[in-house]
């Protein structure tokens, strides 16, 4: 992890405790059940920022013998977990909602409820996309799902702003309730979006077809005086690319002639992709594909002579 990291993950768990104050504070004036249903979500931020700061400090671990392919995945463990918790919390607000829809609450002080409420909803936008901008770039799983996660209870924040303030104004009590129950579908889609997204790492799932295309037409420039590769896998974990194939060189090509075709297409898949682990099978030409291979449009044979 590098120290700007660690300085976004830390400085994450404090915001996520001043906006639950603020929040607090919100429904503490107004004694609104939909600012209470906002509060309840900002306690899971500050759980998820810690959770985060967690995951991002194991996923920057060096491999080790015990794993080999370093500790990228602990990113999307987290998510995961995070996203169960956002759905269980969103279960919890809709119950509350329900309860409160048959017994609803006189507001109080609504508009100064209204005021905080919206203080701390700004705040929350700009710290999302701060996380989010710098999680993509940085290709930070945890990063991108916990801004996703605080951007989504901006947007319910402004349609609390609006409902809550209409309350006093128009006489439906029954609206607080109807809002929270709103915040909790919110929440609720936010979650299976984060388990969704994240079980893809999980599961390994193949990177988009473009970029593959672009690995094979890399693999195609670079790899001059091979005849054929074929049978591309790509994985990615984290901010490393995981790329392996076969190639096929003529018999009687050199152990040393066809390390050096392989270390000029390694280097020419890291300049595109970034950061890489590269495997290539070396093969004779008795073993070049006289087909391409159905059915796997990622795995077809590339032509290299």
């Not at 006189?106 to 409820?113: D, I, M, N, R, T």
């Amino acid at each position: 992890m590098t120290p700007l990291q660690l300085r976004i993950a830390r400085f994450s768990i404090a915001v996520s405790l001043i906006v639950l104050a603020v929040k607090y504070g919100a429904y503490y004036v107004s004694h609104s059940s939909a600012l209470l249903s906002d509060a309840i979500e900002t306690i899971l931020n500050v759980i998820a920022a810690i959770g985060t700061l967690g995951a991002v400090t194991i996923a920057s671990h060096p491999a080790d013998n015990n794993h080999p392919y370093g500790h990228g995945k602990a990113e999307y463990l987290w998510a995961v977990i995070e996203g169960t918790l956002v759905v269980l919390t969103a279960i919890g607000i809709f119950v509350i909602a329900c309860y409160d829809l048959f017994h609803p609450n006189v507001l109080k002080e609504a508009f100064f409820g209204v005021l905080l409420n919206a203080a701390a909803g700004l705040v929350n936008l700009v710290w999302a996309r701060i996380m989010i901008s710098f999680g993509r770039k940085r290709h930070s799983q945890a990063l991108i799902s916990a801004g996703e996660h605080v951007q989504s209870d901006v947007w319910a924040s402004l349609a609390l702003v609006i409902g809550v303030s209409l309350i006093p104004l128009l006489h439906w009590l029954w609206l607080d309730p109807v809002l929270s129950m709103l915040v909790a579908l919110n929440v609720l889609r936010t979650g299976f979006g984060m388990i969704g997204d994240s079980t893809k790492g999980l599961m390994d799932e193949a990177p988009d077809l473009e970029l593959i295309k672009g690995v094979n037409n890399v693999i195609a420039q670079s790899g001059k005086g091979a005849l054929e590769a074929h049978d591309l896998r790509m994985r990615k974990v984290g901010a490393l690319y995981f790329v392996e194939f076969h190639l096929v060189v003529i018999d009687a090509m050199s152990i040393t002639e066809a390390h050096d075709i392989c270390d000029h297409i390694e280097a020419a898949i890291r300049n595109y992709l970034g950061k890489a682990s590269i495997h290539i099978h070396v093969e004779p030409e008795t073993v070049a594909k006289k087909e391409k291979l159905s059915g796997l449009k990622h795995r077809h044979v590339l032509t290299l002579s």
